[in-house]
Structures are given as structure tokens and as C-alpha cells.
């Protein structure tokens, strides 16, 4: 089997390329490299270009015309970013998707797999989602998503392609075998943050002590990078059986993690603790949510193998190989 990835020069599409090389699926790479690293694409089929090129998508296919399904991770990803620059991240996740479907479809693939997010949701009460919590997305990024889940939505209805939305929580870690992980030197989520504490010994700050958590700091839903991965394999795998011409399932462990608890998680882990201080919440900070995980189960007959600890400690491993694994150097700090 042959998949056309397009981001697979990213982090989580270059972590699904490895998985699904090791499941005997090969993977071509449709990657701009806007924020993708090349070395992340050695040693598979690469096409440097952007995904609204229709002349290249054409070339892809006419080079590989056995793609069984294409899984689209190509988007830009940074929550303040798509605030600040809303029309670039219009353009760039939502007009170039379309471009990108309408080159698809003139190229007969029938089978979709869209990298969408956990953000798009409206948490319940208790801060859990499943697929039919509200959508509610909060920044233009997430809203990008959103509308290119109902966009896919139209046209699955319209032409003879079925379309499956993994919804990603909120992946951490990195290839176990460590071709690849995450690009940026200074992450700005939790986990981030934390490394660097524990980098360059300095405090790490709880923001936001007085959310409606059982500790009173925010809460996610942290999934292995390697896990997402194999999600998607399982997903080429039963792309076929799922009901209907569009599906959402969600990924992540089905449990809530606070940040005091990623905080003890990652202190059984590291050579020395983080220091810790609580802080006021940031502006746009959110109590989070974590997801109920039947949904993949049942459709995808797919659970989380990786525990947090273990998410933690790839994260650590990759970023002490990071600079060796991406000679061409890794961006100082955006926000994934
Ligand atoms: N990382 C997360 O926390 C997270 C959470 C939920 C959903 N997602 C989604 O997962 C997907 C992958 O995210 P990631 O974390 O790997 O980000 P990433 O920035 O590492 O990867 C995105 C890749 O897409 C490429 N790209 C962007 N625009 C392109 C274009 N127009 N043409 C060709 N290539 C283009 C980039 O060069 C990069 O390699 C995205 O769609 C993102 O929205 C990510």
C-alpha cells in the first residue's frame, strides 16, 4: 500500500511516515517545508512543493498512481499566530486544503485522512468531549479546522470521496526509535515549558491554580506522538468499513492529566527536579479537556500502548539528539 502524505515533513506526519513504513506501507511526502524539516523526508519519496500546487499533485500521481489514500497534516499550526495573522492562516489552512481536495478529486483518490484537532471543541461540564461535543472553536487556527471538516463534509456529499477527521489531544513524545520528533528548540506548551525549566534551572510556572480541575490546574489530554501514528495506520487499514462517507474520531488516552500531575510525572522521569511557582492564568488560557476514547476503539480497534512517563521520556531523549538529528538547525520557539 501507498499513502500520499502531505506535511509529512512535519512532526506528526514524519512520526505517521515512520509508522507506516514499519507496518510495510510506503509513504510519499507532499512537504513545503515551511516549518518541515528535510531531513524528516530521508530516505523517502519527496516532493518540495506546496499542497495548492496543482501541477505538482499532478506530478505526484502520475509518479505514484498506485496511492491507496492521502493524509493531509500540511497546515499551520501556532494559536497566536492565527490571531495576529488571521488572513495568512485562512489562506493557508482552508483555501489551500480546498485547492489542494480539488487536485485530489481531479486525481481520482477517494480516501481522505485529515489531521484535525481537539480544539474545535466546546468541553463539557466535567471537561470531557467525545464526538459529538460541541464545536466551538476559540481562535481563527481552530477555526481553520472546523471549516475544513464542513467543507470535506460538502464535498464527500457531492463526489465519490470519503473523508475520516482524526481529531488530535495534545501529542508529546517522539519517534520511540527517534527518527524524528518535535522541530522547535522552545516549545511553549506544558511540556515544553517544563523541559526548559529543567534545562536551564529555572522554576517552572503553574498558570492557573483555580480551574475547575481536581487540583485546580489545567488539564489535558496528552497522547504519544508514536500512538497518533498508529492510529492512522489502523485507520488506512480500516479505511474501508467505516460507516458513511465522512467520520470524526478522536484521538487521544481517554484520560485527564493536570499540569501538577504532568509535573510529578515528569519528576519521576528527569535526572533532577523542576522547581516549580504558581502564576495567574495567561490570557486565551483554557481549563482544557480530555476525550472519551470508544469512538476509535470500536471503529479503529485502536488504544494508546505509551504511558505519559513514557511520552516524557522520548520528549527528553529527542531533545538532547535534536541539533545532531536536524543538521539544518531547529526554529527557536513557536507555539505547537
Ligand atoms: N501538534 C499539535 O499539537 C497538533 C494538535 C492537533 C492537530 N494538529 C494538526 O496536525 C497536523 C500536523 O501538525 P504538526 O504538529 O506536525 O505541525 P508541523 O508544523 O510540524 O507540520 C506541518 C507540516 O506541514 C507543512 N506545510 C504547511 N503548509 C504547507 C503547504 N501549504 N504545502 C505543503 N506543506 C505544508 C510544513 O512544512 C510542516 O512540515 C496539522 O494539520 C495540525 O493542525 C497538531
Request: proline share 5%; hydrophobic share 40%.
Amino acid at each position: 500500500m501507498k499513502v500520499l502524505i502531505s506535511g509529512g515533513a512535519g512532526y506528526i506526519g514524519s512520526t505517521v511516515g515512520s509508522a507506516c513504513l514499519d507496518a510495510g506501507i510506503t509513504p510519499v511526502i507532499l512537504d513545503s517545508l515551511v516549518t518541515g524539516s528535510r531531513g524528516f523526508a530521508a530516505g523517502r519519496a519527496f516532493y518540495h512543493g506546496d499542497i495548492a500546487d496543482g501541477a505538482l499533485v499532478d506530478r505526484v500521481f502520475a509518479e505514484h498512481p498506485d496511492i491507496y489514500a492521502v493524509i493531509h497534516c500540511a497546515a499551520l499550526i501556532v494559536v497566536p499566530d492565527s490571531v495576529t495573522d488571521p488572513v495568512g492562516y485562512y489562506r493557508a489552512n482552508v483555501i489551500k486544503s480546498l485547492d489542494f481536495t480539488g487536485h485530489l478529486l481531479r486525481n481520482g483518490c477517494q480516501r481522505l485522512v485529515f489531521s484535525s484537532s481537539a480544539a474545535i471543541y466546546r468541553a463539557n461540564e466535567d471537561l470531557t468531549v467525545d464526538e459529538d461535543s460541541m464545536i466551538d472553536p476559540r481562535s481563527p487556527y481552530a477555526r481553520t479546522k472546523a471549516m475544513c471538516e464542513a467543507m470535506f463534509a460538502d464535498i464527500a456529499a457531492a463526489h465519490p470521496l470519503r473523508v475520516l477527521s482524526l481529531r488530535y489531544f495534545n501529542p508529546i513524545g517522539a519517534d520511540p526509535k527517534l527518527r524524528t520528533g518535535l522541530q522547535l528548540r522552545r516549545p511553549t506548551h506544558a511540556l515544553g515549558r517544563m523541559m526548559l525549566a529543567h534545562q536551564e534551572g529555572i522554576p517552572f510556572l503553574i498558570t492557573g491554580t483555580d480551574w475547575p480541575t481536581r487540583d485546580g490546574s489545567g488539564i489535558r489530554d496528552y497522547i504519544h506522538v508514536w500512538d497518533l501514528a498508529e492510529a492512522h495506520v489502523a485507520a488506512l487499514s480500516g479505511f474501508d468499513a467505516l460507516p458513511g462517507s465522512v467520520t470524526a474520531i478522536n484521538l487521544g488516552t481517554g484520560m485527564g492529566t493536570t499540569v501538577r500531575e504532568l509535573l510529578v510525572a515528569f519528576n519521576s522521569v528527569a535526572d533532577r527536579p523542576v522547581q516549580w511557582r504558581e502564576a495567574s492564568r495567561r490570557p486565551g488560557d483554557i481549563a482544557g479537556a480530555y476525550t472519551r476514547i470508544t469512538r476509535a476503539e470500536r471503529l479503529l480497534g485502536w488504544r494508546p500502548q505509551y504511558s505519559l512517563a513514557e511520552g516524557i521520556r522520548h520528549s527528553l531523549r529527542w531533545a538532547a539528539i535534536r541539533d545532531e538529528a536536524m543538521p539544518n538547525g531547529a526554529p527557536e520557539t513557536v507555539q505547537a
